[in-house]
C-alpha cells in the first residue's frame, strides 16, 4: 500500500478511535471529513471503499470492510455521546444502515466480511467469516442508537459462533472460518496458507473482546478472554517474557503447524495480555508492565504492529473511557 500511496479502510477507523480515545478532536474531524469526502464521491454507499489513493478520489478497491465501517460508526456515536452533536450520530445512522443492508448475513445474523457479492455466500459452506471484525462494543452502541434493527441479535448470534469456533479446535481462533464453525480458506485467495492459524486477522479478538467485558462485563466475553488464557499461560508457564508469546498457534493442528515468529510483536503482547482482563488478575498486572517497555518500531512495514500495540496499550493502561 505504501508503494501505491494508499489509504486503506480499516486504517481510518482505527484512527478515529484512538483520536477519540486522545480526545485529539481537531485529528478526528480531520479523519472523519477524509472518510466523509471519499464516501461521498464513491456515492453508491456510505460504507468506505477499502483502498483509494491516499488524496485523492481513485478508489483501487472499491468494496467494503466490515471492521472499518463497524470502527468508523462506532468512533461516530462515542464522539456523539461525548459532544452532543446531531451531525455524529446522523452520519453514524447512515453507515449502519448500509452496514447491516451489505454486510448482515440476513438469517445467521453473522457479520460478513464486505459488502462484495464474493463474501455473500449467504450461510453455505462457502460464506468465510472473520472474528476479528467481530466488534461487540460496536453492536451494542448500534443497538442504542437504531433500535429499527435487531443488533442485538446480531451481537448474540456472533458469540454464539465464536463460542462453537473456539470450542472446536485448540483453544485459540482461526483467522477464517466457515458457517459450521470450521477453519476455511477466504474466496478472495488471501489465507490459503494461513487461514488456520490465530493470525494477523485474529490478533484482534483479544482487544474487542476485552473491550467488551471492560464495559460491560459480558459473561460470554470472560468465557472466551479465559479460555484464550488459560492456553497461553499453560503455553508460557505463565512467563509473560516467554517467546511462547510470540507463536501463532493453529486451530487445528491436522489443518496446518504453528508458527514460530523470530520476535514477540508488541501487537502480540498485547493481545495475549488482555486475556487476563476477566479472571488473572496477575497476569494481566504483570504482561501490561510488560507491555509498557515496548516502543513503536516505526519502519516501512511497521503499520499494522505499530497501531495495535497503541490500541492495545491505551485499553490496558484504562484509557478507553466510556462517554455516558
Avoid at 152 to 174: E, I
Amino acid at each position: 500500500m505504501k508503494n501505491r500511496a494508499c489509504t486503506i479502510s480499516e486504517g481510518i477507523g482505527y484512527g478515529m478511535l484512538l483520536s477519540y480515545f486522545n480526545n485529539d478532536d481537531d485529528a478526528f474531524f480531520r479523519l472523519w471529513n477524509y472518510n466523509r469526502a471519499i464516501r461521498e464521491y464513491n456515492g453508491s454507499t456510505n460504507l468506505m471503499p477499502r483502498i483509494v489513493e491516499s488524496f485523492t478520489h481513485n478508489i483501487v478497491e472499491a468494496e467494503s470492510a466490515s471492521e472499518a465501517d463497524l470502527d468508523i460508526a462506532t468512533a461516530l456515536i462515542l464522539m456523539y455521546y461525548r459532544s452532543g452533536l446531531e451531525p455524529y450520530k446522523t452520519d453514524a445512522l447512515a453507515i449502519i444502515n448500509d452496514l447491516w443492508k451489505d454486510e448482515v448475513e440476513p438469517n445467521s445474523k453473522l457479520i460478513l466480511s464486505g459488502n462484495s457479492s464474493i463474501w455473500h455466500g449467504r450461510g453455505g459452506s462457502e460464506t468465510a467469516y472473520n472474528l476479528g471484525y467481530f466488534s461487540p462494543v460496536a453492536l451494542r452502541l448500534f443497538a442504542q442508537i437504531d433500535p429499527s434493527h435487531n443488533w442485538n441479535g446480531v451481537l448474540d448470534a456472533m458469540y454464539t459462533y465464536m463460542a462453537k469456533v473456539q470450542d472446536s479446535g485448540t483453544g485459540v481462533f482461526p483467522d477464517w472460518s466457515n458457517a459450521t464453525g470450521v477453519a476455511a480458506k477466504p474466496p478472495n485467495n488471501s489465507a490459503n496458507n494461513t487461514y488456520f492459524r490465530f493470525g494477523e486477522e485474529g490478533v484482534r479478538i483479544p482487544w474487542r473482546i476485552a473491550w467488551d467485558y471492560y464495559w460491560y462485563q459480558d459473561s460470554r466475553a470472560a468465557t472466551v478472554l479465559n479460555k484464550l488464557n488459560n492456553f497461553i499461560v499453560e503455553k508460557t508457564s505463565g512467563n509473560v517474557k516467554s517467546t511462547a508469546l510470540g507463536i501463532n498457534y493453529s486451530w487445528d493442528l491436522s489443518l496446518g503447524a504453528d508458527k514460530t515468529m523470530n520476535v514477540v510483536a508488541g501487537m502480540w503482547l498485547g493481545a495475549w495480555c488482555s486475556t487476563g482482563i476477566a479472571g488473572n488478575a496477575s497476569w494481566l498486572n504483570d504482561c501490561t508492565t510488560e507491555l509498557n517497555t515496548k516502543e513503536l518500531t516505526n519502519s516501512t512495514s511497521s503499520y499494522f504492529n505499530d497501531i495495535l500495540l497503541v490500541m492495545y496499550s491505551m485499553l490496558l493502561n484504562g484509557m478507553f473511557l466510556k462517554p455516558f
